[in-house]
């Protein structure tokens, strides 16, 4: 009659203190393959206690590039997508685009005409649709955007568009004590507004490309006006100086899938203890698509070799990911 | 019978769930006056669940200027001690430094003539002092000096130097889940180092100006060199940048002690919702400083009248702190 009660106060106990976080498998929409492996075996080696590889949860510091390693990026950049969207709304209030390159061909369709200007294109394009406003109207458009706009042919929201298996990948890892950032080419306000609800990541562990800001004072009150000129490039070399910057410690482990990666990845590597760097390699043209070497969108190139060389994990899409986007809601 | 096995799950449950975090006093260094009620009142509306002032715990950012309100300022700022005694330090390999100002004066003892060129005299003594190494090797003399300089006057460590009343506060502010940042003119990297062991505050959570790094790949692994050339002025106009930047959101809080806070300040009251934004006044000229609007470092004028006319919350340094600075080790 006494065991009764006391199996009570146990199986309370167990409850809350014993059954592990990740009882069932915590990465699902992986394969059982050398990948999933090597993931569990790295956070396992760096979260018990005792362990020579041993890292304190301060110091757990994962970095995850955004454009091809959490969300797709084909054909284009998708904030690229929305920024030529904004050109279209934008375009009754600047008659004089009509005859503006590259803001002609954009709006006659002509994507690739479009971009033909290269970098110098790309940069009006954004200047044109990301600054002259301030950064609350700026997130409204974004947020708007994110919410409704749709893929040309998977039809899906942007944010349906992410990789079901480093959705359950970044949850894992924070229930192992790691803090994950997103370190990101892309523009930081961009991402910021929605990253919570789609990656759990809060808009203070976002860095990412920026322009330049001015406080001012209204007569409503104060704001940040998005100005015309670059403040910060968080691509390649840039990557060090923005995880320097606004994370101040060196990453344990870090992701990307292109060579606008690699910097991050040598800079996660040179640190003393385990370390843990993974290229997405994207081999999935029936479920995503399949580049590398030649892609102007994310090339893999030079860090492919490195990768190689130095032992780095590489998913190989088609082979390690049982599915790649979420159900659709 | 059946009462008693009963009874200790309910012990357990209420060990578990029902004893407030902080049945004690929270901030036993504070004087019982209205400054400490409204502390308390502010941090108990927006965490009591169901309370039209309810904030949801992500939103709970809390921003703390540094100099002045973490830790002393007086007589100058001291990581301006810090860049004095690099010059010292380096003044054998600078011969032509005898007659180059500001580091004459400086070398002769004489603070007052070294300032007299104003901004630009402290830049120089910036550049030459901060600039021209690795992050790694700057980390390294920061907490080789943080360890072992001792303050001209009290002769204790400068982090010695901080305030008792204010690290309960963190404390406080953070076992209500808010998440405690630093908002500070200072260098970024000379606080970096040691903010987690003094003020609980993580590298990631500082915020502070910055000189320009540049990613190098060396033979023995990439480096970031310290650039002599300015990046960001984290102060004035350049807090709310540097939050927008930094945390990508708001403060629902916000703490300063001078008119560089304003911008901070106004930044802060402006957000929808509950807000809470204080200012440190230097009252104490017998256990610390008594100073405000006539000073050199720190001056607090415009600020204070802001206060006054919006009825931000004023720390009388003498009225409400019961001690300054935490016990000596």
Redesign the interface.
Known sequence: MKTR??S??SA??LA?CVVPAWAADPLPSWNDTATKKAIITFVESVTTKGSPDFVPP?ER?ATFDNDGTLWSEKPVYFQLIFAIDRVKALAPQHPEWKDQEPFASLLKGDLEAALAGGEKAVAEIVMATHAGMT?EEFEKMGKEWIATARHPQTKRLYTEMVYQPMLEFLAYLRANGF?TFIVSGGG??FM?PWT?AVYGI?????VGS?IK???E?RDD??V?VRLPEM?FVDDK??K??GI??????RPIAAFGNSDGDL?ML??TA?GSGPRFCLLVHHTDAQREWAYDRHSHVGRLDAALDQAWQRGWTIVDMKRDWRIVYPAQR
């Open positions: 009660p006391l009570l106060v309370f106990a809350i301060a510091i950064t803090k930081i306000e910021r919570e809060p808009p203070e562990q976002v920026s800001t001015r406080f004072m009150g104060p940040l403040n070399e840039g060090p100086i320097h910057s606004h994370i101040g410690r910097q040598k800079w040179a």
